[in-house]
């Protein structure tokens, strides 16, 4: 089953990992170890997962305005997501992160909703055209 | 929606004034894009965060020091503290020094005003209500934009420097006078007397809106700065949101009572006591440094005790002598830093830390991986002095 959603592109490129999705917003500066790219926060639904190379849904990011160079140290360090899909509004920390980590970031339309999310689901990001395939492996 | 760039705007982002302002550009276009901007405006000022090591790290070093190779602040610019008191010993390894001295040189020569100051707020003339400005460091975009009636959005460190070196921000969201509006209201059902109470309000409505601008109806009325830092410090840390205002309204409200400010407490207050008081995040103003001295009298702390300050500050309370008796009871005065993401704070050094902030306690539980106590200032005076 392949389902094709419809969003607004924030960074464009092209990205294709397995689905890491969560329904919390995250703090990137204090909740994701940025040499690991691992959610260290034990409030977080995502605690003890791992950002490398999976194709990030959700929500926005919250809290600290240095969370921009997080998201490029991610990057810098080889553990970043390959693209990120906001499900909310986008916020200008994830915006301005992937902007200069090149990072697609999607938006995923209002009108658009995610299946529920098993295992093994994996994303692939149009990030010119403004699509998001889901595709269950 | 596309941002409509002007003609010198689009030859920026293809490159013809370097690479450096290109991805400036970049950066402008995509938070544009994220706010649904039309236009790029003039900002009066930007503030700066990503100063400290200890939260830009080595990728954030060698980010700046190219960045700041070919390209030059456009606006006034303020920036955040760093990690350490630049006039003071301190005991952190000569890498950090290092790393810390890089980025400093880096922000001086793309020409910062060096305020080391997460609340610049307070130093500073203020331009006139209704002024654009770009703030990263939420709890300063949160007090200019409810108390003082700048406008800006909650910026990201990256989004603000872009706006430093061209001196323009997307036109968007708090930036929209018609869209600062609060459309969610917090229904305070309990009674909020210490900043503590304040801060825990925050924490709560960051989680649980995701508006830009929230409402807390008449409760903030004539509140005091230490409260309203508090609050706004609170509000920044756990959410999106950029704005709070005593507008009250007809639509949805979210309550907020006795069981969701044990919530917060539950989550953050993680030790019964420590061997450290840290006070100021945000850094101590005039005020509540001399609320503190009044506080404490002639008394002297029991435990050790920080308080962090910015340094334009601490020689005003030189001046009127309310350094040397808050030095007198014990305290050490630290300017330049802030407790938030100190890298004077180790779990190594430290059991636990006792504050009023609820930001420094989720920064101290979740980042510096210490144990928090958090109770009102004026009970940490009381239990912690003699």
Known sequence: MVYSLRCKVIVSGNARGMILATNQPINFLSSVDHSTGMII???????????????????YAVGSSVGSYSIFALKS???????????????ITTASGCAIADI?????????????????????????????????? | MIVDLTKEEEEALDGKYGQSISIAYKILVSI??????ERLIPVDWVHLSGVNYNTIGAAGVNFLRKYSQETRFLV???????????????????????????????YEKMGTIPSFSCIPYELFQLPERGHNVSFAESNAAVIVNSVFGLHTNKESSLSALASAVTGKAPYSDLRISNLRDPKIEIEIDTE???????????????????????????????IDMYK?????????????????????????????????????????????SGDIIALGSPQLGMYELSLLSDMIGNKK????CMIFCPRSIYEKASNSGIVQRLENAGANLICDACTCLSPLITPEEFDGVITNSVKAAHYLNKSNRVSVCLNDVRSIVKEYTR
């Not at chain 1, 360090?77 to 916020?91: A, W």
């Not at chain 1, 098993?118 to 994303?123: F, L």
């Open chain 1, 41 to 59: 926060d034990k409030n977080h639904d995502l605690c003890g997962h791992f950002l490398k190379n999976r194709v990030l849904v959700f929500p």
């Open chain 1, 77 to 91: 360090n080889g553990v970043s997501p390959l693209g990120i899909i906001c499900t909310s509004k986008t916020d």
């Open chain 1, 104 to 137: 697609p970031l999607l938006e995923l339309y209002t009108d658009q909703e995610i299946p529920e999310f098993q295992k093994n689901v994996e994303g692939i990001i149009d990030g010119n055209s403004g699509v998001l395939q889901i595709k269950r492996i």
């Open chain 2, 32 to 37: 544009g894009k994220a706010t649904d901007a």
């Open chain 2, 76 to 106: 006034p610019t303020t920036i955040n503290p760093m990690g350490f008191d630049s006039h003071k010993q301190t005991n952190l390894s000569e890498n950090f020094k290092s790393q810390q001295d890089q980025i400093v040189n880096a």
């Open chain 2, 192 to 222: 909020l007397n210490t900043e503590l109470d304040y801060g825990v309000l925050g924490y709560f409505s960051g989680k649980s809106v995701k508006e830009s601008c929230v409402s807390f109806g008449a409760h903030i009325n004539n």
């Open chain 2, 228 to 272: 309203a830092k508090s609050l706004a410090a609170a509000l920044g840390t756990s959410g999106a949101c950029g704005m709070f205002s005593n507008k009250e309204i007809t639509g949805e409200k979210i309550s907020f009572g006795r069981e969701e400010e044990n919530s917060v407490m539950d989550e953050l207050n993680t030790s019964e």
């Open chain 2, 301 to 304: 702390f029991s435990k050790q």
